[in-house]
């Protein structure tokens, strides 16, 4: 099983900042199966990047994905009040598609 | 535009049994991977089972191998998750979804609580 780390657990940022998550995978991924979900309480999770670097239909530009091999990062350019969720990063390469255990972006 | 949403959540004793499905509109579920993701509460998202496009390849987490099976109806749209045999540990929202390919992005439904309980 390759198991995904991210960091930090926890990011206290202000409206207007910029964000960088960081996601590290247990072993290399030869292909570009690795996505990113934003989730908030009590709705469903949404797709922000899919294969490292591609925005899903809708996604704001200032969302974006990078990385190969073993470590990848979410960049979120200015945050907006919207931005404040959990993220989460999944590689989907072998299953099991695990998924980090996500890193909750927060208000300061 | 695509839509996937999710019945069958409710109150089940350990032990039990329940069937989730997954209605879909939007697109052809033959022409994409399907999966299920579920979350505890206050836990992370936690990917339970795929099933690839034409059903020849099913992959689950190895807690539910042997009590979980993933399965469509092509004619139905819809992809369902048996759940026998339910543990309290199996308490989660339940989320089907469809993955991304190499240029489309993939989709969530909203979940439906599974609540394992006497």
């Known amino acids: 099983e390759i198991v995904m780390t991210q960091s930090p657990g926890t990011l206290f940022l202000s409206p207007g900042e910029r964000a960088t998550l960081s996601c590290r995978a247990s072993?290399?991924?030869?292909?570009?199966?690795l996505a990113w979900h934003q989730h908030k309480p009590g709705q469903a999770p949404r797709l922000l990047i899919f294969g490292i670097s591609t925005r899903a239909t809708g996604v704001p530009d200032r969302f974006s994905g990078g990385g190969s091999g073993t470590d990848f990062t979410l960049t979120i350019s200015r945050l907006e009040p919207e931005d404040f969720a959990v993220y989460y990063c999944q590689q989907l390469e072998r299953a099991p598609d695990t998924f980090g255990q996500g890193t909750k972006v927060e208000i300061k | 535009e695509v839509q996937l949403v999710e019945s069958g959540g409710g109150l089940v004793q350990p032990g039990g049994s329940r069937r989730l499905s997954c209605a879909t509109a939007?697109?052809?579920?033959?022409?994409?991977?399907m999966f299920w993701v579920r979350q505890a509460p206050g836990k992370g998202l936690e990917w339970v089972a795929n099933?690839?496009?034409?059903?020849?390849?099913?992959n689950y987490v190895d807690s539910v191998k042997g009590r979980f099976t993933i399965s469509r109806d092509i004619a139905k749209n819809s992809l369902y998750l048996q759940m026998n045999s339910l543990r309290t540990e199996d308490t989660a929202v339940y989320y089907c979804g469809r993955e991304s390919t190499s240029s489309e992005g993939g989709h969530w439904g909203q979940g439906t609580l599974v609540t394992v309980s006497s």
């Open positions: 072993q290399s991924l030869s292909t570009n199966y």
């Open positions: 099933i690839n496009e034409d059903g020849s390849d099913i």
């Open positions: 939007g697109f052809t579920i033959r022409n994409y991977w």
